[in-house]
DNA sequence: CTGAAAGCGCTAACAC
DNA sequence: GTGTTAGCGCTTTCAG
């Protein structure tokens, strides 16, 4: 910097105006600046600045996951609007792993980020409040069980989710529902779904309810044939998946030993995975609105970053839609 | 810092010493200092610590897109990897957009990453010699067409790919194949594809090749629709996707229209998504092994960073892998 | 093993 | 409008 100063016979301070494009600098002076630039090829340091200013333009996100598309298209989503917004993303991974959590927010604390999102079940509430402290704004977003009452959080009305994908099968005209979830972290879900059904008094014994844990399409698939015998025998003509990939499994499964759907069972899920509209047959589900999830936490950042203001607790919960499909038919 | 010397009756230096792990620092002062660190709740501040080593333990990752599973993967693995050596992800994000690519690369460079992987083929070649002059290592990954021979490129060979995705189609006795692909982008898949068929003298005609663009899903049930008339008329027996995800939605169409896989058409994408596996028919396809790709480009960026020198232009080609499952039969 | 001094590259107040 | 003077919080010589 100095170097360009010197080149176009000015001070550092005024090439700092200029490369902010603050308007207090001559057009003559700033033209003589920008050939020096040019010439020398300088580029500022943002590190410099940042130890200057206080202020990195980058906010940190973490994340349990990025393999499954229910986070990736979050974070596609706020790497969107950060970006719109000249800012960066320091993306960090969870798995799951509350030790390697506690590390990723330690790192991006230390390194300054001016915001930090954090998604998922990780009770991370009481660590985030040395951030908080610094007057780094700190929100929560997709936290589907228990949403601290000390921060601000985004997410999505789980429990509407689920009572939206009984009063589904209800509306149906079905009686004997099986559920297979991810449990506990999916209770919330199919608590809604039990509210829907006991609203026409009827409700889902304990051995209807099938584990797969993980989440996954595979742990549904192997859910699904340990649900089968039962499916036959008890006479049950839907399953709740409590989410879109479990769904898959299961239904894959429930085809592997001869049951057709919708005409046997009616099969919904949770989310709407991009392939659920591919699936075959073509999956009902329960939309999450995890774009509009994403962009809402993010703007919130963005305006406490803005306009310094302690973070206010709040809880926005975004509304989720049935999506019918072909899975699912008259009992 | 200074605060926690005053505290412990040591100087600043003491204390960097201490925070760094070095071992110079006898026991008795170590405890001294640790204590005077935990009462005062004392952060290392990573940016100050940055603008005087140069160094930011942080590398970028320039990436298409982040919504589509085989960069998710990608990405995944490379955090996963990074995390695992104490660095941190900038992750940036292109949708295809040159003048975005060229925002983000700037930010990154600016913002000191000690590292930058690109992956996609963007022809950011030329762009990156700053960052190279700069000294930061570069390295390219997912480079499909014409890797520039200036950096060093991890990559997959897209071509074998097609050519074992063709050669098990020539195995399973099919002659007429037709091609569903995202093009010019997947035409080296296609290449190889051809070459396969041309091992025993036979051809795709330009007009058995349907674009599917974007290599979406939605595309390649849309170009999937388009070709059935032609698979019907002109006998074909097999289809080639250059992509799972185009795959998918072939798959889907040809139902749609009565066609059933594999006894009337097989279907062979390219990938290996998860999705793939729990298909139906489960999809027989080429498996490109991203993770390893993400683990070895990491892995040669973290060398580089470790022992600086040149980037030594190389080219590291990885093998993809058939695997057979449902979707394809004898012809 | 510890301490003092200098400086990483930039911005923030002021004065001029 | 432009120049001057201090730092931002840490690491790095180099003495002791």
Redesign the pocket.
């Known amino acids: 910097?100095?170097d360009v100063a010197r080149r176009a016979?000015?001070?550092?301070?005024?090439v700092?105006?200029v490369?902010?494009g603050r308007q207090?600098?001559?057009p003559?002076?700033?033209a003589k600046v920008e050939a020096a630039i040019a010439e020398l090829g300088?580029?500022?340091?943002m590190v410099?600045?940042s130890?200057?200013?206080?202020t990195t333009m980058t906010v940190g996100f973490i994340v349990p996951t990025i393999a499954h598309p229910f986070y990736s298209e979050v974070v596609e989503e706020v790497e969107d609007l950060l970006e719109a917004n000249d800012y960066h993303l320091l993306l960090a991974t969870t798995h799951g792993d509350e030790a390697r959590a506690l590390r990723q927010l330690a790192g991006l604390s230390s390194r300054s980020v001016d915001a930090l999102l954090v998604a998922g079940d990780f009770d991370l509430g009481e660590y985030v409040t040395p951030l908080r402290e610094q007057g780094i704004p700190v929100a929560l977003c997709a936290w589907e069980v228990d949403p601290p009452d000390s921060l601000p959080v985004v997410t999505i009305d789980y429990e509407k989710a689920g009572h939206l994908a009984g009063r589904h099968l209800r509306e149906l005209g079905h009686d004997r529902v099986a559920v297979i979830a991810d449990l506990p972290a999916h209770r919330i879900r199919v608590g809604g779904v039990r509210r829907a059904l006991a609203a026409d008094g009827m409700s889902v014994p304990e051995d209807w309810v099938f584990s797969a844990p993980e989440a996954s399409t595979e742990s549904g698939y192997e859910a699904g044939e340990r649900a089968v015998p039962l499916l036959r025998s008890a006479g049950i003509t839907a399953v709740f998946a409590s989410t879109d990939a479990i769904a898959l499994g299961v239904m894959q499964a429930l085809r592997d030993h001869g049951l057709r759907i919708p005409q046997d069972v009616s099969v919904v899920g949770i989310d709407d995975i991009p392939q659920s509209a591919h699936a075959h047959p073509s999956l009902t589900t329960v939309a999450l609105p995890k774009r509009q999830m994403a962009r809402e936490a993010t703007g919130l950042l963005l305006r406490r970053i803005a306009q310094p203001q302690p973070d206010v607790p709040s809880l926005t919960l975004l509304h989720p839609e049935v999506v019918i499909r072909a899975s699912s038919g008259p009992a």
């Open positions: 910097m100095l016979g000015v001070t550092k301070q005024t700092s105006n490369v902010r207090v600098v001559s003559a002076t700033r300088y580029t500022p340091n410099a600045r130890l200057a200013t206080g």
